[in-house]
């Protein structure tokens, strides 16, 4: 297996733009996670979604972020304006839960997005 | 609130030990570990469920104090490749969310 894709590996955008993250989750995994890692803030739950469904997205800073899963190999969070503060590796994650039980999560590489 | 880790951070030598403390103000559910190294991503150690369990993992592992809230990870004849930072992940409530509230990472370095 290919372990959880993300895409792209490193953003430089200027403020004001729209940036869109991508992530593959491992196949038959039915739980996926957006985090944001900071030095400041450390390591962040953004989102995340049982079976496609988005089921807590209480960490999304505010409404310039969104995130979607139109189905199960695939997910985004996008960011639309972006702010110089929004600088921070993204990852996805994504797990196997049943009956609501978290097993592991396996991290993909991450996005390291900076806005200038 | 996120869990509080301590220490911040430590320096070992090859083979000493070491132990990691992560504290929780809220009932916990489970607690899950991860290490990650530097530029890379997450990777995950072990979870461990209500009840008091320990777990082990090679020369690593861990207790799980539900009562006090808070978890240990041990490291025993540590290894240059133990080296990273350590982050416990916790589930809160009694009973499963499928959430983790990370803590603020306890940064290892093992030198030789």
């Known amino acids: 297996d290919a372990g959880v894709i993300q895409s792209p590996r490193h953003e430089v955008t200027e403020m004001g733009q729209e940036v869109t993250l991508r992530c593959k989750p491992i196949?038959?995994?039915?739980?996926l996670f957006w985090y944001r890692q900071t030095m400041m803030r450390g390591l962040e739950l953004l989102i995340y979604?049982?079976?496609?469904?988005?089921?807590?997205d209480s960490g999304m800073p505010e409404d310039r972020f969104s995130a979607k899963m139109p189905n199960a190999s695939f997910s985004t969070l996008k960011i639309q304006p972006s702010e110089p503060r929004d600088s921070a590796v993204y990852f996805c994650?994504?797990?196997?839960?049943?009956?609501?039980?978290?097993?592991?999560?396996?991290f993909g590489p991450g996005t390291r997005l900076t806005v200038t | 609130q996120q869990p509080v880790q301590s220490p911040q951070a430590v320096i070992l030598r090859e083979g000493e030990d070491a132990v990691i403390n992560c504290s929780s103000s809220?009932?916990?559910?489970?607690v899950h570990w991860y290490r990650q190294k530097h530029g890379e991503a997450p990777v995950f150690l072990m979870i461990l469920l209500k009840g008091g369990e320990q777990k082990g993992h090679e020369k690593i592992s861990a207790s799980f104090n539900e009562k006090k809230q808070q978890s240990s990870l041990y490291l025993t004849a540590s290894q240059l490749s133990y080296s990273g930072t350590y982050f416990c992940g916790t589930e809160r409530g009694s009973s499963n969310t499928g959430k983790l509230i990370f803590g603020q990472g306890t940064t290892l370095q093992v030198k030789p």
């Open positions: 809220k009932a916990l559910y489970s």
């Open positions: 979604f049982n079976n496609n469904v988005p089921i807590d």
């Open positions: 994650a994504s797990s196997f839960t049943s009956s609501g039980r978290l097993y592991e999560q396996y």
């Open positions: 196949s038959g995994h039915n739980s």
